[in-house]
């Protein structure tokens, strides 16, 4: 339901763009967004689109990480400049009918990604 491509590694200051194709039904979920799950930590939610296009983000990727949904194309994008090497994990779309996007309420994972930043 949720094929992402994108990612990779890249040196700390760099940039890289995810993106996450869903099928038709899938994309008009309520919420859409992208988590990130680091070795030894718990997945968590950085960035979520609504249906409306209203975005937010984690405190740790305000301001260098841009969500994005491309209509035409079911698509759902994650633009990240300026990359850190805590940025470091595994990088998940993620979709819910719930009002709400956290690990509780996803309906539909993607595959992951991983991102790799060295310093």
């Known amino acids: 339901q949720l094929v992402q491509s994108g990612g990779g590694s890249v040196q700390a200051g760099g940039s890289l763009r995810l993106s996450c194709v869903a099928s038709?039904?899938?994309?008009?979920?309520?919420?859409m967004g992208w988590f990130r799950q680091a070795p030894g930590k718990e997945r968590e939610g950085i960035a979520s689109?609504?249906?409306?296009?209203?975005?937010s983000y984690a405190d740790s990727v305000k301001g260098r990480f841009t969500i994005s949904k491309d209509n035409a194309k079911n698509t759902l994008h994650l633009q990240m400049d300026s990359l850190k090497p805590e940025d470091t994990a595994m990088y998940y779309c993620?979709?819910?009918?719930?009002?709400?996007?956290?690990?509780?309420?996803?309906?539909?994972w993607g595959q992951g990604t991983q991102v790799t930043v060295s310093s």
């Open positions: 689109i609504e249906r409306d296009g209203t975005t």
């Open positions: 038709g039904d899938v994309f008009g979920s309520t919420v």
């Open positions: 993620a979709s819910t009918w719930e009002r709400y996007i956290h690990t509780g309420t996803v309906n539909y």
